[in-house]
């Protein structure tokens, strides 16, 4: 057995599969300065892309988010919540390509004293931002050093 580093070359084949995925970064970080300024938020010293700048992202590259459906749920120990479905289309075929969910619950704070339509709507909020964070999060990287994957949507109000 020897020890001897052997270089590889990737085969052609190989790189012609990695292009969308580079073509997908060089779009990001084109996009990086104005989305980080415009639709980012900064949270204990790191900055969190809104759903607004994660569906920019997500249509910049073909694609769209939906909400597939919000329903009132009851959770055993906690009491009821909303919860919503999202889904990421393919703008171009109109395949799912992606799926997230998200949930306010009636004893959250600061969403628990807020009207029954604010709830809904966050709880679809949350699941956009789930199921583009699942699809794209990767890419929010390329947005800059302090930039967390997660969306400002998702993380904890307090």
């Avoid at 599969?17 to 639709?39: F, G, T």
């Avoid at 759903?51 to 009821?80: D, H, K, M, Q």
């Avoid at 919540?81 to 075929?93: M, Q, V, Y």
């Avoid at 998200?102 to 699941?127: L, N, Y």
Wanted: proline fraction near 4%; hydrophobic fraction near 40%.
């Amino acid at each position: 057995m020897t020890s001897e580093i052997v270089p590889v070359k990737p085969k052609l084949s190989e790189l012609q599969a990695l292009e969308p995925i580079r073509s997908d970064i060089r779009l990001v970080k084109a996009m990086a300065k104005e989305i980080a300024e415009r639709y980012s938020v900064t949270l204990q010293g790191r900055q969190y892309l809104t759903v607004a700048g994660a569906t920019l992202v997500a249509n910049g590259l073909g694609y769209s988010v939906r909400e597939v459906e919000v329903r009132r749920v009851e959770i055993p120990g906690c009491g009821f919540a909303w919860e919503a479905t999202a889904e990421i289309l393919d703008i171009e075929t109109n395949t799912v390509i992606g799926r997230g969910s998200g949930i306010v619950s009636d004893d959250e704070k600061p969403w628990g004293s807020r009207p029954q339509f604010a709830r809904r709507a966050m709880a679809s909020t949350r699941a956009a931002g789930r199921a583009l964070r699942l699809t794209f999060g990767h890419l929010y990287m390329q947005l800059g050093d302090r930039v967390a994957a997660t969306t400002a949507e998702e993380m904890p109000s307090d």
